[in-house]
């Protein structure tokens, strides 16, 4: 279905919990933040019924399972095996729990992971995630993807001034010897974040006095590619600077059931109360029909609470 900037609404971003095994620094407080009850939660059931019937509604081309941490959830697996036969099943994780679920992941049906970095320095890492987590751990992460055919595997670094931003250089060359994609995220403004924005071009500017000037290759879903002088690949996703919105063709359903059009506000709709209250499938395809046809077409996204919405 298209909405009524003509863009195609194909993917669905799926948030399965707000907890999460980590605290980073541009995500949430170190205290933690405040639990959803848990019959406010969406059960297992509930979330593969309620994608179900959004792919009905929209014919949707991927379906992106995030959290939180969703790996802290019980049952993923099984939700995995109930999502996957609708449209391409992906995952973004921290990747701590990895190891011991991709293979019953990609028996499920899960076809690509996306993992967190924060930095090669382990001390970094731990300032950044406010727990003992190593760059080793990281690479078993992306190792045990890679031995079950969770690939090709992305690595998303958010990058934090005066933190990680010294890096960047260092983390291309990382990953082609790890035989990865990295890409940098642009840091959105949230809230419960201590972190300041580095804009796209500084993050440019940056690798290319390391690995030569990078040049625009070509756009891959959210992240703009480019290769550097020195011939390494790496990309940006850049929802502050880099004008996503035009081409935006996303919307996430919360682990409380709240399906958004868009990050930056406008209508939003509540379709665990749908469900609950016995709304019948054809009024909640319509309903979902109906949010897409008013999904805004904001500047930039911002002032959000990703550990709820999902990333």
Known sequence: MNDSYGRRIDYLRVSVTDRCNLRCIYCMPESGIPHIDHSSILRLEEIQQLTGLIHHALDLRKIRITGG???????IVSLVKGISPLAETVMTTNGILLPELASD???????????????????VIREVTRRNVTLSMVEKAIEAAKENNLDPVKVNCVVLKGVNSGELAAMVRWAQSMSITMRFIEHMPMTGSMCSHIPRDEILREISADLGKAEFIVTEGTADMYVTGSGTRF?????VDGGMCANCTRLRLTAEGEL????????SL???????????????IKAVHDLVSKKPHHGACGGVSMWRIGG
Do not use: Y
């Open 260 to 267: 958004l059009p868009c990050l930056a506000g406008g209508e």
């Open 105 to 123: 992941l990609h028996a499920a049906g899960l076809s690509r992971i996306n993992i967190s970095i924060d930095s090669l320095k382990d001390e």
């Open 235 to 239: 990309g940006i996703i850049a929802p």
């Open 69 to 75: 941490e969703p790996l802290v959830r019980r049952g």
């Open 270 to 284: 509540n379709l665990r109360d749908m469900l609950r209250s016995g709304s019948k499938d054809g009024e909640i």
